[in-house]
């Protein structure tokens, strides 16, 4: 269960635009790590090489010291939530899990397990496109939980969602947390994260502006608001 996540000297070039510049650090299990950073910072890039949906132009990723490529049964090692919105519309939020657990042998009856979990269990019959967008997220979370893996990266799994779906969220992330899972969730939502991460990655301009535990953070700067804007230069 205890999985760690290895980013090494992660570089991504788009042309002139460095999104991503020489980022070192490790996700460790147990614990929630927010992965912060003002829009733009690169995160999504960064989580895209994690999955390898994207090739660094330098450094690399290991998930147990393997890449993701190399994983065996990639979802039953790592939940991934990116784009929420991503789901084929005409398809029955039902059938997108059921395909996704067949596709990956994995047991039909997760299917219903993890639509339980995420509070989806009335709606499996409904189309995807019928879904609001925090239903879409929560359809998203649902497809990364269903392998039952030891390491979820979540991409900003907070957007759409109502008040309750946030309050709900932070306590899942928690839990999985508990549970000894790997647990890597960005925002750019600096009260959210203060409220659900333990440890925090803060970056700018793809390059790393801060690795450390959340309490250390808020008492070296005051708040995680005031630490986070004097990093990035939001304060001058
Ligand atoms: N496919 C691409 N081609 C060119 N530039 C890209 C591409 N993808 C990302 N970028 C650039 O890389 C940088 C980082 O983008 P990225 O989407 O990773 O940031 P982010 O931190 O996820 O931002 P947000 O919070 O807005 O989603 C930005 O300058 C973006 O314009």
Do not use: C
Not at 21 to 44: E, H, Q, W
Not at 61 to 74: E, F, K, S, T
Not at 205 to 233: I, K, N, Y
């Amino acid at each position: 269960m205890a999985t760690v996540i290895e980013v090494r000297d992660l570089e991504k070039r788009y042309g002139r635009t460095v999104a991503v510049d020489r980022l070192s650090f490790t996700v460790r299990p147990g614990v929630v790590t927010g992965f912060l950073g003002p829009n733009g910072a690169g995160k999504s890039t960064t989580m895209r090489m994690m999955l390898d949906l994207d090739h660094p132009t330098g450094g690399h990723v290991r998930i147990d010291g393997a890449r993701y490529r190399d994983l065996r049964r990639p979802l039953t090692k790592v939940g991934a939530l990116l784009e929420a919105k991503s789901t084929h519309g005409g398809r029955r939020a039902y059938h997108h899990l059921l395909w996704l657990a067949q596709s990956n042998r994995l047991p039909a009856a997760r299917v219903a397990a993890v639509l339980e979990l995420v509070g989806l269990a009335g709606v499996g019959g409904k189309r995807a496109k019928a879904l609001s967008l925090g239903m879409a997220q929560r359809l998203g979370i649902a497809a990364a939980l269903l392998g039952d893996p030891p390491v979820l990266l979540l991409d900003e799994p907070v957007n759409g969602l109502d008040p309750e779906g946030v309050y709900w969220i932070r306590g899942l992330l928690r839990e999985l947390a508990a549970q000894g899972r790997t647990v890597f969730v960005s925002s750019h939502l600096m009260s959210e994260m203060e409220q659900t991460a333990d440890h925090l990655v803060v970056i700018h301009q793809g390059r790393l502006l801060a690795d450390t535990p959340l309490p250390q953070f808020v008492a070296a700067h005051g708040s995680l608001e005031a630490g986070f804007l004097a990093l990035t230069g939001g304060a001058r």
